[in-house]
């Protein structure tokens, strides 16, 4: 949730670099035929021809959208070429996508710090090089400036004008500008010449903001797509912001829907320039003080956040939706499901702890679900969470204890069916291990290093095994849930069903930014403690994991002490005695990466999103040639 950051004395130099109809570019790729066709990825299932989920910018042109299913684009564009997503398990494999934005993060991140925001988008603090830049050879001294720099849109420069590159090359060249703008200028010349390495190298086209902050740094990037650039400078952000509807700020993930949704209903507050029209004291009033300061910096286009130092992502996940007929009714096919499930997040974890050593701590699950009959229909199935052990088999036993737990609070004794209707599963909590460890791993157990990265087996793993209980059964212990969640059935809009995830393709490890780019740095040293079972108390956990959602924690305590009710089937049964034996486990909502929530199905994104906004409120936390335009003729999107 949004929190104000105070804004940096020195002015910094901020892109965000998204890649155009990421997908369609990944399959054109691999499929040069269908370069320059209308085209679009769907999903693998195959009702009403699949849901389209990218559409590359000449299909856009027919009018085909991403919230159209395949037969639908095909009316509107008979001949679109309709890419099925690669299937691996039963599900999506997004592990191509991944391993292609890898590809391109090895590139942008050799400029400044780089931060992986999601599948397909990184932010760059570049402001050190955009000094370097300006001292060194600042731009009007430059032989030549990159063609892709002189298209930049410059917001506030005609842009309707013939004469729109001169005008561009003199607003970059402009000896009187101030300080700002002149590092402005540099960013767009390294952007520019980033933008043409990722092409050459990648053959994916992207587009960038490049602006003083993260926030209009992304808005910016989403102005003039695909394969194009837009400035942002100082005097005119003003201007950008005043009509700027609240609507695209919730599009492009600024603002979350429900406090977009308040500040249109509640305040009346239609565009940004609109919320100028409110105190300070008065946001904070309304919305808390974090919140409030923060809104009210963001009408002013102030935002200190940081680009952080972040190739690779805080956690991984995965899911699958089970909609209408499909929804599962056993325990017994959750159970398969979910083994796969599993089954590809141990194989990620794996590939993470290999390539960059880094563990992860805990297992989550989030699951959607309904009671037949509607009987209580407003209660949601609870989220939880464990710590996690390594091996597939062992996270498969973790994963189906949290849900015959969650069940078993979901059904809350009552004796009727229930249909699941979207499963997820996540690894989170995840932590580099200091150099040296694994090495002295081996003395603990005799195992040899090489037994680290084996498929399947038990392995040695610092805070997960130390974490696991001593008895398997105290390793399932309940965490948060959510109680107001909407949940729309279908996918509707452009961005909302989002694949974020970022590690490497473990069928193309050389094309990853794991071993030649991570960034292990120390942090604080592990004690040695921690390699043994029981060494740190459940209470030391608690208190890491922090307080999430008290309210349904103290009922979640409640029904667990009050054990078993007459009527429950097997596995409620089974797991109300399994509730009884865990204890209560939270998490911070700072640590659930936002990328990862967005590779997860539609639907849990909202109920997840749903849960981490409310619990936010409750602790009071208050996106040919040399020339990349040879590729696409420039469409506006504004
Ligand atoms: P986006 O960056 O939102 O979109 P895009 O790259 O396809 O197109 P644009 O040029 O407008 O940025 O998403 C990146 C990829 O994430 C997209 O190619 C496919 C995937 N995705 C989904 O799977 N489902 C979704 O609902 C969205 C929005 C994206």
Redesign the pocket.
């Known amino acids: 949730m949004p929190v104000a950051r105070p804004e940096p004395q020195e002015p910094r130099v901020i892109a965000h670099v998204?890649?155009?109809?990421?997908?369609?570019?990944?399959e054109q790729r691999k499929n040069p035929e269908l370069r320059g066709l209308p085209t679009a990825?769907v999903?693998y299932n195959n009702w009403k021809g699949g849901g389209l989920?990218?559409?590359s910018?000449e299909a856009r042109k027919f009018g085909v959208k991403?919230s159209m299913r395949g037969d639908e684009a095909k009316k509107v564009c008979p001949d679109i070429q309709l890419v099925q997503?690669p299937v691996a398990r039963g599900k999506?494999d997004?592990n191509s996508?991944r391993s292609a934005g890898s590809e391109v993060v090895a590139i942008l991140s050799t400029k400044g710090r780089c931060e992986r925001a999601?599948?397909?988008?990184v932010y760059l603090d570049l402001t050190d090089a955009a000094k370097s830049m300006l001292s060194e050879t600042p731009p009007e001294v430059l032989e030549s400036i990159p063609e892709e720099a002189l298209k930049s849109k410059v917001l506030g420069l005609n842009s309707e004008d013939d004469d729109r590159e001169k005008n561009v090359r003199e607003w970059l060249f402009r000896r009187h500008a101030d300080y700002q703008d002149k590092l402005l200028a540099c960013g767009a010349i390294i952007v520019a010449r980033l933008r043409v390495k990722v092409l050459e190298e990648t053959k994916f086209t992207c587009?960038a903001g490049i602006a003083h902050n993260k926030m209009l740094a992304k808005l910016a990037s989403?102005m003039h797509?695909?394969a194009q650039q837009t400035v942002v400078p100082s005097s005119s952000v003003m201007d950008l912001l005043s009509s700027l509807p609240v609507k695209k700020m919730i599009i492009r993930k600024q603002l979350g829907g429900k406090l977009g949704c308040s500040l249109q209903i509640d305040l009346g507050v239609n565009t940004i320039g609109d919320l100028l029209n409110f105190s300070e004291a008065k946001l904070q009033e309304c919305y808390g003080i974090n919140t409030g300061t923060w809104l009210w910096k963001i009408a002013r286009g102030t935002s200190g956040e940081e680009v952080e130092d972040r190739l690779l992502p805080k956690s991984h996940g995965c899911g699958k939706t089970f909609p209408g007929p499909k929804a599962l009714k056993t325990t017994a096919s959750v159970r398969s499901w979910l083994n796969q499930l599993c089954e590809e997040l141990s194989e990620r974890i794996q590939f993470d702890l290999d390539q960059n050593k880094r563990v992860a701590h805990t297992l989550t699950l989030h699951t959607n679900a309904y009671k037949e009959n509607g009987v209580d229909s407003q209660r949601k199935f609870p989220s939880k969470s464990c710590p996690l052990r390594y091996g597939t088999a062992k996270i498969q036993d973790d994963a189906m204890k949290l849900f015959d737990s969650a069940l078993h609070d979901f059904l809350s004794s009552q004796n009727i069916r229930w249909g699941i209707t979207s499963l997820s599963i996540s690894a989170s909590k995840i932590s580099e291990i200091p150099s040296g460890t694994c090495s002295i791993l081996k003395f603990f157990r005799g195992e040899n290093s090489s037994s680290m990265s084996s498929d399947n087996s038990d392995v040695l793993i610092p805070e997960s095994i130390s974490k696991s209980p001593k008895n398997e059964n105290e390793g399932c212990m309940a965490a948060t849930q959510s109680d107001n969640v909407d949940q729309p059935a279908c996918?509707e809009?452009?961005?909302?069903?989002?694949?974020?995830q970022t590690v490497q393709d473990k069928a193309n490890p050389a094309q990853g930014i794991g071993a030649s780019q991570k960034k292990l740095k120390e942090k604080e040293p592990y004690s040695i403690l921690k390699f043994f079972p029981g060494s740190e108390s459940s209470s030391t956990r608690k208190r890491a994991f922090g307080d999430l959602n008290q309210d349904h924690l103290e009922r979640n305590q409640t029904e667990q002490q009050e054990g078993p009710s007459e009527g429950c089937d097997d596995a409620t049964a089974r797991s109300n005695q399994t509730a009884q034996q865990h204890e209560i486990w939270n998490f911070n909502v700072e640590d659930v990466d936002p990328s990862v929530i967005?590779?997860l199905p539609?639907e849990i994104q909202r109920e997840v999103r749903g849960w981490l906004h409310s619990a936010t409120k409750r602790t009071n936390m208050t996106?040919r040639g040399s020339s990349i335009a040879h590729y696409f003729s420039p469409v506006k999107?504004t």
């Open positions: 998204d890649m155009d109809c990421f997908y369609v570019q990944v990825v999903q989920i990218a559409v910018y991403r997503v999506a997004l996508y999601s599948i397909d988008e587009s989403a797509k695909p996918q809009k452009e961005n909302e069903n989002h694949s974020n967005d590779e539609l996106k999107k």
